[in-house]
């Protein structure tokens, strides 16, 4: 997570001290397979790069600033 100012990190940490919201197991079932279905996008889409001739930690870079946020 980047940072952009003093108020920014200040608010992340009063966000983390918050109660957290109650979800229902559909809601974590979802996330579970979006999370999978990333995960396994990203590892397709860095060995197809190493494939390519791309060195390893120049593919790591590559996967990880084109993941969604």
């Given at each position: 997570m980047r940072t952009?100012?003093?108020e920014n990190t200040l608010a992340?940490?009063?966000a983390l001290n918050r109660k957290p919201r109650r979800t229902s197991l559909l809601q974590r079932v979802?996330?579970?397979f979006d999370t999978m279905s990333e995960g396994v996008h990203s590892a397709a889409a860095y060995d197809e790069l190493v494939r390519?001739?791309?060195r390893p930690e120049q593919a790591v870079r590559r996967v990880f600033e084109t993941m969604k946020r």
């Amino acid at each position: 997570m980047r940072t952009t100012s003093y108020e920014n990190t200040l608010a992340f940490v009063h966000a983390l001290n918050r109660k957290p919201r109650r979800t229902s197991l559909l809601q974590r079932v979802v996330w579970f397979f979006d999370t999978m279905s990333e995960g396994v996008h990203s590892a397709a889409a860095y060995d197809e790069l190493v494939r390519k001739g791309m060195r390893p930690e120049q593919a790591v870079r590559r996967v990880f600033e084109t993941m969604k946020r």
